[in-house]
């Protein structure tokens, strides 16, 4: 798996490649979301670069394929090195953020997106009341 610096725009984002194919499909709604929600300002990086990032994402996980051909979308050694490299607590905080926004994109959160968003609200000791907190009531 490719390395970027911790805390880096290309961190968050192949964090949140992880959740645009936790359920195995990416719908274009996802994609929209960063249009609509001037994300990829947010982040500081182009559509281009991120484009790149979830290329590589699949890349990555592709090369992990299990002999027989199957791909674990959600595996947790590969959750655990992703989020570890985000330790920010305000940078985690928006990843939070932006992840629920994907999860919900497409008007369904599906199972593993919810498994995913728990387990990466949990490991970062974030709840949704500091979602609101931090986004909805400024």
Same mark, same amino acid.
């Given at each position: 798996? +490719?390395?970027?610096?911790? %805390?880096?725009?290309?961190?968050?984002?192949?964090?949140? @490649?992880?959740?645009?194919?936790?359920?195995?499909?990416?719908?274009?709604?996802? $994609?929209?979301?960063? &249009?609509?929600?001037? =994300?990829?300002?947010?982040? %500081? $990086?182009?559509?281009?670069?991120?484009?790149?990032?979830?290329?590589?994402?699949?890349?990555?996980?592709?090369?992990? !394929?299990?002999?027989?051909?199957?791909?674990?979308?959600?595996?947790?050694?590969?959750?655990?090195?992703?989020?570890?490299?985000?330790?920010?607590?305000?940078?985690? =905080? =928006?990843?939070? !953020?932006? !992840? $629920?926004?994907? @999860?919900?994109?497409?008007?369904?959160?599906? &199972?593993?997106?919810? !498994? =995913?968003?728990?387990?990466?609200?949990? +490991?970062?000791?974030?709840? $949704?009341?500091?979602?609101?907190?931090?986004?909805?009531?400024?």
């Amino acid at each position: 798996m +490719k390395n970027y610096a911790p %805390n880096s725009p290309q961190a968050i984002a192949r964090i949140l @490649c992880m959740f645009m194919m936790g359920d195995g499909v990416m719908d274009p709604r996802e $994609l929209d979301s960063f &249009e609509r929600l001037s =994300l990829f300002s947010l982040l %500081n $990086l182009e559509r281009k670069q991120f484009l790149t990032i979830f290329h590589d994402y699949c890349n990555d996980i592709s090369d992990e !394929a299990e002999p027989d051909g199957r791909i674990h979308l959600i595996d947790r050694a590969r959750a655990d090195l992703l989020l570890d490299e985000v330790s920010d607590p305000q940078k985690r =905080l =928006l990843t939070c !953020a932006i !992840a $629920l926004d994907l @999860c919900k994109a497409d008007d369904t959160i599906s &199972e593993p997106e919810m !498994a =995913l968003l728990q387990y990466m609200m949990a +490991k970062w000791h974030i709840t $949704l009341d500091t979602l609101e907190e931090e986004f909805i009531r400024q």
